[in-house]
């Protein structure tokens, strides 16, 4: 049925008596709670109705001295009923299938973040073969370029070689040029 399953008396009356008498059936109730929350170790608890209507059964003003309780712990929620009450079976059966659903909803991520994280491994690799792929086109690409890039800087190089010597031989002509009209010139005047 659970976890852990136990009986216990609890003395309310030690802390109900010091609140006053028209908050002490509620004081019981929050005495109850802290008593399962220290025993079992959980961090909520869930009161049976049995308990409920026997801690209210002579009013606000007069709750129960003594309170003997069955309490057992299930998923962290601590939960006490009234001792010889049994818990109604419609109950057990709908935490028994909870529990089942929950162990199955576990197992179903279990398998989904294992699927996911064997998708990601297949991406990862795929993208590593990409990269290296794409390196080596790059390489291949760069090498390919470089070579273009240095047989076209010297093509330019001897382009401008050439464009310069043609220069210069253009003023040479000039030069010959000018100075044979000056010598055509000159012997003209004479």
């Known amino acids: ?16 008596l010091r609140s006053p008498r028209y908050k002490r059936a509620k004081k019981a109730i929050s005495v109850i709670k802290a008593f ?40 962290n929620i601590g939960y006490a009923e009234l001792f010889g009450v049994e818990v109604s079976a419609k109950k ?21 973040e294992k699927q996911e994280v064997k998708e990601n491994k297949k991406e990862e690799k795929s993208e590593t073969k990409e990269k290296k792929e794409s390196k080596t086109k790059a390489k291949s690409t760069t090498k390919k370029t470089t070579k273009k890039k240095t047989s076209a800087k010297k093509t330019e190089k001897k382009e401008a070689v050439k464009k310069k010597e043609e220069k210069a031989e253009e003023l040479k002509e000039t030069k010959k040029e000018t100075k044979e009209k000056k010598e055509t010139s000159e012997e003209k005047k004479e």
Request: charge should be positive; proline fraction near 3%.
């Open 36 to 75: 399962i929350k220290r025993h079992l170790k959980v961090d909520e608890v869930k009161l049976g109705k049995a308990l409920n209507e026997k801690v209210w059964e002579h009013g606000i003003k007069n709750p129960p001295h003594k309170v003997k309780v069955k309490a057992w712990k299930e998923n």
């Open 92 to 112: 057990e059966e709908k935490r028994a299938a909870k529990k089942k659903e929950e162990k199955a909803e576990e197992k179903k991520e279990t398998k989904e």
């Open 1 to 16: 049925m659970a976890d852990t399953e136990r009986v216990y008396v609890i003395n309310v009356w030690k802390d109900v």
